[in-house]
């Protein structure tokens, strides 16, 4: 075939057999390289990933902060490895029930609660039995 037949049958982003130019997703900017190279940077590429994992990423920094926060009140209220406090106590500090890193349940059915080593456990009368699990 002669050349100008070959381009009416190549793509268009192809001319006459050199390729066209491939941009950066996050700048714009040329890459040069490899064929199979999709950023003109390192910087290109971390800033293209991070905006592409920001939603997840924002939703595990708020949960995070919440058990930091969780954890922070617990240690304030527990002097030693155990001590009860009523829910009024935790409510005016900012507790936040729904959000705990695990639980245990002892063998008469009873379930604590845990931000990270410092646990709750539901008594009555809205009292909380606070422990402090010592990891060896």
Excluded at 105 to 132: H, M, Q, S, W
Aim: include cysteine; proline fraction near 4%; glycine fraction near 6%.
């Amino acid at each position: 075939m002669l050349k100008k037949e070959m381009a009416n049958v190549l793509p268009e982003n192809f001319k006459i057999g050199i390729m066209m130019q491939k941009s950066c997703p996050e700048c714009n900017e040329p890459i040069i390289g490899r064929a199979d190279k999709k950023f003109c940077s390192d910087m290109c590429r971390n800033a293209w990933n991070n905006k592409q994992k920001r939603k997840e990423n924002n939703y595990m920094r708020k949960v995070n902060g919440i058990l930091r926060k969780n954890r922070q009140i617990l240690d304030e209220l527990i002097p030693g490895d155990k001590h009860t406090v009523h829910n009024d106590m935790l409510a005016k500090r900012g507790f936040n029930f729904s959000f705990f890193t695990n639980t245990y349940t002892t063998k008469t059915g009873k379930v604590y609660y845990f931000c990270y080593e410092i646990g709750y456990l539901p008594i009555d009368n809205n009292f909380y039995a606070l422990v402090r699990r010592n990891e060896k």
